[in-house]
């Protein structure tokens, strides 16, 4: 596992977290349901009134738009560093 600066982990966490935020509401909805609640495609399904594969269309589009994001996210520059 990548160990990552404290104050870069807060700026991927929050990156991350306006991401989901800003997710239309039916991605967010079976996103959260399944990463942070650990429901399974089916369990989201009968929830949500929906088919099993429209649950999975779903994740992976909420999946695909968080991730479009991932390389949007940079660590802080180093002004330290003295390249002369």
Known sequence: M???EPDF???????IVE???TMPSPL?????????QGRTESQIADLL???????I???RQAERMLLS???L??????HSTDFD
């Open 19 to 21: 991401r989901i935020r």
């Open 28 to 36: 967010r909805e079976v996103f959260v349901l399944r990463h942070y």
């Open 9 to 15: 982990r807060d700026i991927v966490y929050e990156g």
């Open 49 to 55: 009134g929906i088919k099993t594969s429209q649950v």
């Open 73 to 78: 996210i940079r660590p802080p520059l180093d």
């Open 2 to 4: 990548v160990e990552l």
């Open 69 to 71: 994001g991932v390389h």
């Open 57 to 59: 269309y779903l994740l």
